[in-house]
């Protein structure tokens, strides 16, 4: 068997986007700034979990999950310890795949 063939899968620490993703270096985030304050605690929630799912759906793109039947909650959550975030719930790994649907 040739040695082209016998290519291994990638970690799944390694991207497998099809061209590679261009930041511009120096990396520099955007100043936070805090949220409005008297606003009902849901807001505060929805508000976080749409950050999250948000930061979520990039991170999956990027490493090649394009189709939000390929973002199980197991892939979801594996990105999430990859990405450096807690856990995601399941309304928030559902909110993630809504996100993916309008990506495409």
Do not use: F
Request: charged share 20%.
């Amino acid at each position: 068997m040739p040695a082209a063939a016998l290519t291994s899968k990638p970690l799944p620490t390694q991207s497998t986007a099809k061209r590679p993703v261009l930041l511009d270096l120096p990396y520099a985030p955007v100043a936070k700034r805090p949220l409005p304050p008297g606003r009902p605690r849901e807001w505060y929630v929805t508000h976080n979990r749409r950050l999250k799912a948000m930061r979520l759906a990039i991170a999956l793109l990027d490493s090649g999950v394009y189709m939000p039947n390929q973002a199980r909650n197991e892939t979801i959550r594996t990105t999430a310890e990859l990405i450096g975030v807690h856990p995601p719930s399941d309304t928030t790994c559902h909110m993630v795949r809504a996100l993916m649907r309008y990506a495409r």
